[in-house]
């Protein structure tokens, strides 16, 4: 969502010519796909994108990004929807012994620029799934909108395609019900998103690997409990995203189509399906150059609007072999930048592991696994969901502590990562003590019922980096 778009408006004729360079592209990638490995990169590398909240002295939502953006002045920082979050873009590392050290310096470096340049505006910038401290004033386009055309666009043709306003509306202890006539509440969520450049003869194990890996992490990472003051799910976002970006008409929500943003179809047999299912969804920015098929322009653009919680994304390095990666999504930001480095390494290590294993993911039906998905999404770590090996439904707290470790440890040792000890031992603890963000956030709201109480405690234990399974009330 962060990059611009060159066009103020699109014509009937711009969505036509659109249309046939997409459909174009998808037949030269069906070409690239049947060539094989030799025209795609055989390395694994890992990137990230890490979106942070900007709050005032007094932890409420601040709306300068333009400012920060403006004195850091870097690529690696970006835009998000609202002018009180921005985006930092991690560079990209190869993925082997010296993957961890590289990344969390990496982390730590852009972290500290945008804390120094918050501070020269007397703000400072937090680590939320969900910040608590957003009102509904919060989501006026007008006031708090960043100055990108981009999302102006987005807003217009999701109100075109539905006929109707955006509506929300899910259930955790309390009922979230918003309804607005822009993608203003997509804003909510702020995430972490982890980019997993993988080998084209293992793409599809990867993908499958990285369906169930999305569970589990949905569950350990939760940290958006609380929405407007209400008590919601724990991972809010996966239900805020898919409904606030939802551009089906009443008629194709009533037949029950699937949604811009989604967990999977079911299984694949080749990245190709998916590419393929990309013709079903409606066109948002019909922004048509004359460029070269192997470009994929158009491809990429409109992949880009389909929110996938685990996207496929076919890129091009620096040598010019093209690359398949996978954007994992599901995770939310924060707590701290601890958490946030055991959050990466346990998805990474989890995905691997359960390639190196040769476990039957296809064993679990695939719509148990996606309700699995929306279940953990919702109860957190103490969910019940339907392990890898036998497909039998165990506690996903017990299953991590048993298995999950194991396969982690081995997936991060296949790739050369020996010095990982911090990172397991920290996912042994939150997950020992079930002490994510969103249970300490539920249980501190409990106890004092006081968003601003919360906010003060989070971020002093945020700052101070301490692992958010160490927070105490």
């Known amino acids: 969502m962060g990059s ?42 890992l990137g990230y994108e890490l979106e942070v909240c900007i709050l005032t002295e007094n932890n409420l939502p601040n709306p300068i990004n333009k400012k920060i953006l403006d004195d850091i002045d870097s690529p690696l920082f970006t835009n998000e929807l609202a002018k009180y979050d921005l985006e930092i873009n991690g560079n990209v590392f190869e993925l082997d012994n010296e993957a961890p050290e590289k990344l969390g310096e990496d982390l730590l470096s852009l972290w ?39 999302y102006t666009l987005v807003s217009q043709r999701i109100k075109e395609l539905r006929h109707e306003s955006v509506k929300i509306l899910f259930h955790g202890e309390d009922e979230v019900s918003l309804e607005k006539d822009d993608v203003m509440f997509e804003a909510l969520g702020t995430s972490l998103q982890i980019h997993l450049q993988i ?28 929405v407007l003051g209400k008590r919601a799910w724990h ?28 967990f999977a179809h079911g299984y694949i047999d080749s990245w ?50 093209h690359t398949l990666r996978l954007e994992l999504r599901v995770l939310p930001s924060g707590p701290t930048l601890i958490d946030t480095e055991v959050n990466i390494w346990f998805f990474i290590g989890l995905i691997h592991g359960l390639v190196q294993s040769k476990i039957d993911l296809k064993k679990i039906p695939f719509e148990t696994l996606k309700n699995d998905f929306y279940s953990v999404a919702k109860t957190g770590l103490q969910t019940e969901f339907h392990e890898p090996e036998n497909a039998q439904k165990v506690s996903l707290k017990e299953w991590i502590l048993n298995d999950g470790l ?68």
């Open 4 to 45: 611009e778009i060159s066009k103020r408006e699109f014509t009937q004729e711009d969505f036509i010519a659109f249309k046939k360079a997409l459909l174009k592209e998808i037949e030269y990638l069906k070409t690239l796909f049947y060539k094989g490995s030799n025209f795609f990169s055989d390395r694994y590398r």
């Open 112 to 150: 500290k620029q945008a804390q120094d340049s918050a501070k020269k505006f007397n703000a400072k910038i937090g680590l939320f799934g969900v910040l608590p401290s957003l009102k509904l004033k919060h989501f006026n386009k007008e006031l708090y909108q960043s100055d990108m055309h981009r």
């Open 199 to 226: 080998p084209f003869d293992q793409a599809v194990e990867y993908y499958h690997a990285a369906l169930l890996a999305s569970v589990v992490l949905v569950g350990f990472g939760a940290n958006s409990p609380l």
């Open 235 to 262: 991972e809010s976002r996966i239900a805020i995203f898919e409904q606030s970006v939802d551009t089906r008409d009443k008629q194709r929500r009533e037949h029950a189509e699937e949604t811009r943003v989604h």
């Open 272 to 321: 190709l399906e998916l590419f393929e299912q990309n013709k079903m969804f409606k066109i948002i920015f019909a922004d048509v150059r004359d460029q070269p098929e192997s470009d994929l322009h158009h491809f990429n653009l409109h992949n880009g609007t389909i929110w996938r919680w685990i996207r496929p994304i076919l890129g091009k390095d620096k040598d010019g072999k």
């Open 406 to 473: 194991k396969l982690t440890k081995m997936g991060l040792d296949s790739l050369g990562i020996c010095n990982a000890e911090t990172y397991l031992n920290t996912i042994s603890q939150r997950t020992s003590s079930a002490q994510n963000g969103a249970s300490w956030q539920l249980k501190h709201f409990k106890k004092f019922n006081s968003i601003p109480k919360l906010m003060e405690d989070y971020m002093k234990n945020s700052e101070q980096n301490i692992p958010v399974h160490k927070w105490s009330l």
